[in-house]
């Protein structure tokens, strides 16, 4: 299917920067959206930005001018550059890729899906 294996969360204080990073692997088709979403203890997990795959890029209130998506098609990367950081921010932050996979070996290829694929989470905690 699709792996999604992120890196780059840790604790820093407020007003820095970090970059997230989701790499994906498996024999992905057909990619719907990439996306990052976090959750707070305590509360629901929320989507922070999105690519559509129509390039349409969306970004939670709370993040506009702050955080930036963006992603690599070479390497199956993508990335969320996250500055001026805030107490806020602090979260498990995950990467979706809603995509098809690859079954078999046929000709023509066959797919399955599209189906939402997460990382495995990675914290952010931001200090004041």
């Known amino acids: 299917q699709v792996q999604l294996v992120e890196s780059g969360g840790g604790l820093v204080p407020a007003g820095v920067s970090l970059r997230l990073s989701c790499a994906a692997s498996?024999?992905?088709?057909?990619?719907?959206?990439l996306g990052w979403y976090r959750q707070a203890p305590g509360k629901q997990r929320e989507l922070v930005a999105a690519?559509?795959?129509?390039?349409?890029?969306n970004y939670a209130d709370s993040v506009q001018g702050r955080f930036t998506i963006s992603k690599d098609d070479a390497t199956n990367t993508m990335y969320l550059q996250m500055d001026s950081l805030k107490p806020e921010d602090t979260a498990v932050y995950y990467c979706?890729?809603?995509?098809?996979?690859?079954?078999?070996?046929?000709?023509?290829?066959?797919?399955?899906?599209?189906?939402?694929?997460w990382g495995q989470g990675t914290q952010v905690t931001v200090s004041s």
């Open positions: 498996g024999r992905i088709g057909r990619i719907e959206s």
């Open positions: 979706n890729v809603n995509a098809t996979y690859y079954i078999g070996y046929y000709f023509p290829p066959r797919q399955r899906g599209p189906y939402d694929f």
């Open positions: 690519i559509t795959s129509g390039g349409t890029i």
